[in-house]
């Protein structure tokens, strides 16, 4: 392995290390959407991203992930923006923030003035905090093993579980033997493969938790009547659930499981994780996730600094906060939008690479994006953010041995 | 993974009992599957299946060498495989109403 393992990343006070400062505009309600958006778009393309949350119903979840975002390493400065009497708890959000040495703003609207004064002091201190992050972020060497790198799959097609995710399977085992922390999320894209999976955790105890959480997988998605499987996936050749399954799978590569964690919870060390996204209890709110930004959303409140996304039908998304790298398994999708895709891992089916030498380019790029290179969704301006209602219990104690 | 690769059919693992097509094919073109030349009734886009022997209705479709299905009827050697002939075992498939075959 040839690639540089140290790259600049930015100091946060609470000793976490990001590689990008960006500022959040978040919503608390979408009440308060259209301010808010009008407040970043300006400003774009210069780190300001915008997420938020609808609902004016309260969701202990959604208060945690918002929690875990502010205060993400890749996260400089949050300015929140309030209607006024939605019941997100504003002044908690705010004070995690403060707690965590950054700078931070309220804005609420009713107190403000209204839609037009509001989006001028929400300029006025992006103007001030920009410049203040700029002269401020302490830059810092980061290495490899400091990383926690995200992987999904989204347009999946026949050809992600043959080229791409593999692919991304070889990165992760790179990633797992530099010690950087590497994390696999379940849907009901694992539908199928609970005993194969049970048998690679690093203890019996975690197999049994992984073997629940699959059961309660299975039973969530039966009652909601849908599979994860899109018609798309279909059309490009995939048939049922477990062969989506079978295929989304190879992301994980071949290290043990270390640990299954929940939306929020950050990497303790190293090693390769599972992150469970389906809600605790009965089904409550609906699909555990929406959509493919929904998930990408919860790994990096987990810490992600980036994601790896694997596609076939071809996504064009990216992400607020962390970058997205999209690996494209299908050749002919890649020759179509070859302006949305990092790495084209489709030549391995057209004999123009192996899946090692794409894992290692992907392995690269995670390098070379970590230090600051935009991906091809970053550069297109791709900020998707999706949050929605959920409920969690907290992990177990055999979820994360060691 | 694709390392039993003949250039048009992949077999990802031994075990497996259908094909994953490398590159698209149109109705009409030919196939050879061992001793056997196969036509193709409807043109397959790049990644669909193609049974690699006959199969009976009922019996699990291996792929990955883990099953990802059952056979809704009898397969022919050399037929597509997709979800007008095997199911789920788990959840069934979500097809548009206005695309159902």
């Given at each position: 392995?040839?690639?540089?393992t140290?790259?600049?990343?930015f100091l946060?006070q609470?000793?976490?290390?990001g ?8 919503y608390?309600?979408e009440?308060?959407?259209h ?12 780190g ?22 502010c205060?993400?390493?890749n ?7 309030s209607?006024?009497?939605e ?6 959000l ?21 839609t ?13 905090t ?5 002269d401020?972020t ?13 992987a999904i ?14 692919a ?12 950087a ?28 938790e ?17 599979g ?12 049922t659930?477990?062969?989506k ?7 994980s ?6 640990g299954?964690?929940?939306?929020g ?19 409550r ?7 493919d930004?929904?998930?990408?959303a919860?790994?990096i ?7 790896l ?12 906060i962390?970058?997205?790298i999209?690996v ?44 600051g290179?935009?991906t ?10 999706v949050?929605?209602y ?8 055999a979820?994360?041995?060691? | ?23 698209g094919l ?16 409807n ?5 669909h ?18 099953p990802?299905?059952?056979?809704a ?20 498939t979500?097809?548009l109403?206005?695309e159902?075959d």
């Amino acid at each position: 392995m040839s690639a540089k393992t140290e790259f600049q990343g930015f100091l946060r006070q609470d000793g976490r290390k990001g590689i990008r400062n960006t500022i959040l505009v978040v919503y608390l309600v979408e009440c308060a959407h259209h301010v808010a958006r009008e407040i970043v778009y300006p400003y774009r393309k210069q780190g300001v991203h915008l997420i938020g949350f609808s609902g004016c119903y309260p969701n202990q979840y959604a208060f945690d992930m918002m929690a875990r975002l502010c205060t993400h390493p890749n996260t400089g400065g949050v300015l929140l923006v309030s209607l006024g009497c939605e019941s997100f708890d504003r002044r908690g959000l705010a004070r995690v923030v403060i707690d965590s040495g950054r700078p931070v703003e309220t804005l609420v609207i009713q107190e403000r003035g209204g839609t037009l004064t509001t989006v001028d002091q929400g300029q006025t201190w992006l103007e001030e905090t920009l410049a203040e992050l700029e002269d401020t972020t302490a830059r810092v060497t980061m290495s490899v093993d400091e990383l926690v790198v995200g992987a999904i799959c989204g347009g999946s097609d026949a050809t992600s579980g043959i080229t791409a995710n593999p692919a991304i399977g070889r990165c992760f085992d790179l990633l797992v033997d530099n010690n950087a922390s590497a994390i696999f999320e379940e849907g009901g894209e694992l539908i199928g493969c609970e005993q194969i999976m049970a048998d690679r955790a690093v203890t019996p105890a975690l197999g049994e938790e992984i073997l629940s959480t699959m059961e309660k997988t299975a039973r969530y998605y039966t009652t909601m009547g849908h599979g994860s499987f899109a018609v798309g996936n279909s059309d490009g050749g995939l048939t049922t659930v477990e062969e989506k399954s079978m295929g989304a799978y190879a992301k994980s590569g071949s290290s043990p499981i270390r640990g299954l964690i929940k939306p929020g919870d950050v990497p303790p060390a190293g090693g390769l994780y599972l992150l469970d996204i389906v809600p605790d209890g009965g089904a409550r709110f609906g699909f555990p996730n929406i959509n493919d930004t929904a998930e990408i959303a919860e790994l990096i409140a987990c810490g992600a600094h980036l994601t790896l996304f694997s596609t076939g039908r071809g996504s064009v998304v990216g992400s607020a906060i962390s970058p997205v790298i999209k690996v494209c398994a299908n050749p002919e999708t890649y020759r179509r939008m070859a302006g949305d895709m990092d790495v084209d891992a489709g030549r391995i089916l057209e004999g123009g690479a192996t899946l090692d030498e794409v894992g290692e380019e992907i392995f690269s790029q995670v390098l070379a994006v970590a230090g600051g290179e935009p991906t091809k969704s970053e550069s297109l301006g791709h900020q998707e953010f999706v949050l929605t209602y959920k409920s969690f219990e907290p992990i177990g104690p055999a979820c994360l041995p060691v | 993974m694709p390392d039993k690769q003949s250039g048009l059919l992949l077999r990802i693992s031994d075990e497996d009992n259908v094909y994953v097509l490398l590159r698209g094919l149109n109705a009409g073109d030919s196939l050879k599957l061992g001793e056997q030349t196969v036509v193709v009734e409807n043109s397959l886009e790049l990644g669909h299946k193609i049974a690699a022997r006959d199969i009976a209705a009922g019996e699990k479709i291996v792929k990955y060498g883990a099953p990802i299905g059952s056979a809704a009827r009898d397969i022919r050697a050399g037929e597509h495989v997709h979800l007008h002939n095997i199911k789920s075992d788990y959840i069934p498939t979500y097809t548009l109403n206005s695309e159902t075959d």
